[in-house]
């Protein structure tokens, strides 16, 4: 029960993003692609996981600053959920890549796909959430230490 467990996790797992990020994104068909993405070229293949990873990135020097410069201690439950509510979000947002090049006309590939986007907006904003939580309930526990 590492007090720096949430920043291991997030800082391994936005490396995992980069590194996926980093292998060639294979074109099969272009006659499949100008379907699907409105585009000969699907580029940005690279850029969004490196966004992913960012993004995952300053959790865990969020989670780092505060177990090291406030001394706090998080719930390792919580910060294994607020991992995957916020892997499973970034997922499903970097499926916008499938909704072609000049923004929003049609669903381009299934119905599905495309209406899947806003929950992941909205599970993006309950892990935001859920870090505040996180934050609050240890410097709580903090506090009540420090008292006691």
């Known amino acids: 029960n ?3 467990l949430g920043a291991k996790l997030f800082f391994l797992t936005g490396l995992v993003f980069l590194l996926a990020g980093t292998f060639p994104h294979p074109i099969s068909l272009p006659s499949i692609d100008i ?5 000969y070229f699907v580029v940005g293949h690279f850029h969004l996981l490196f966004l992913l990873s960012l993004a995952l990135w300053l959790y ?20 294994v959920t607020h991992l ?29 796909l495309f209406r899947l986007v806003p929950i992941c907006e909205a599970l993006f904003l309950i892990s935001a959430g ?9 410097a709580v526990a903090r506090f009540r230490r420090t008292t006691a």
């Open 2 to 4: 590492s007090p720096l």
């Open 35 to 39: 379907y699907v993405h409105e585009t």
């Open 60 to 79: 865990a020097g969020l989670y780092y600053l505060g177990a090291r410069s406030f001394d706090l201690k998080y719930s390792a439950t919580l910060m």
């Open 84 to 112: 995957v509510v916020t892997v499973a979000a970034l997922l499903g947002l970097n499926r916008i890549r499938y909704a072609g090049n000049y923004g929003i006309g049609h669903p381009p590939v299934s119905p599905l």
């Open 130 to 138: 859920l870090f505040v939580v996180i934050v609050l309930l240890a």
